[in-house]
């Protein structure tokens, strides 16, 4: 009898989705809090430029939290209609199953457009790569019965 085992090639990229809607956008980052806090922990790092400030080693969880969520609301840049936009909140949500990273890390931020023409959001060096998708939600209500329909027009 022999046992074999296998293992499953973990991506330490990030994945973000940008999420519109009627006067608010929502950015939703999943990455490896762990792995970033490992970056912005390295003195190398920022000899090179890439982080502002390196995080103490002796911080509790929490502070490293805080540490990696104003860091990152403070270097990311987000744009809608070419007029950049501040975060207002940020959050740290514990996943619990379903994604091989434990966080994500929610940035909200307002706007007072009523036709929104273009989006632009950049990320810190210190992500590494990013997979991101936009998301432009349409909504509709629907009675007990009744069938969605949503028509997309290409560009």
Same mark, same amino acid.
């Given at each position: 009898?022999?046992?074999?085992?296998?293992?499953?090639?973990?991506?330490?990229?990030?994945?973000? #989705? $940008? /999420?519109?809607?009627?006067?608010? %956008?929502?950015?939703?980052?999943?990455?490896?809090?762990? *792995?970033?806090?490992?970056?912005?922990q390295?003195?190398?790092?920022?000899?090179?430029?890439?982080?502002?400030?390196?995080?103490?080693?002796?911080?509790?969880?929490?502070?490293?939290?805080?540490?990696?969520?104003?860091?990152?609301?403070?270097?990311m840049?987000?744009?809608?209609?070419? #007029? $950049? /936009?501040?975060?207002?909140r940020? %959050?740290?949500?514990?996943?619990?199953?379903?994604?091989? *990273?434990?966080?994500e890390?929610v940035?909200?931020?307002?706007?007072?457009?009523?036709?929104?023409?273009?989006?632009?959001?950049?990320?810190?060096?210190?992500?590494?790569?990013?997979?991101?998708?936009?998301?432009?939600?349409?909504?509709?209500?629907?009675r007990?019965?009744?069938?969605?329909? $949503?028509?997309?027009?290409?560009?």
């Amino acid at each position: 009898m022999s046992i074999s085992s296998t293992s499953a090639h973990v991506l330490n990229e990030t994945s973000a #989705q $940008v /999420i519109l809607r009627d006067g608010q %956008v929502e950015v939703r980052l999943i990455t490896d809090i762990d *792995h970033l806090v490992s970056v912005l922990q390295n003195e190398q790092a920022w000899l090179m430029g890439d982080i502002e400030q390196v995080m103490p080693t002796n911080l509790s969880k929490l502070e490293q939290a805080d540490f990696v969520k104003n860091t990152l609301a403070k270097n990311m840049i987000l744009a809608v209609n070419q #007029q $950049v /936009i501040a975060f207002e909140r940020v %959050v740290v949500e514990t996943k619990t199953s379903g994604s091989s *990273h434990g966080e994500e890390i929610v940035f909200q931020a307002k706007h007072d457009f009523t036709n929104v023409d273009d989006i632009t959001l950049s990320f810190p060096k210190n992500l590494g790569s990013v997979h991101a998708s936009f998301v432009k939600p349409r909504y509709q209500y629907l009675r007990a019965g009744d069938t969605g329909h $949503v028509v997309f027009h290409n560009r």
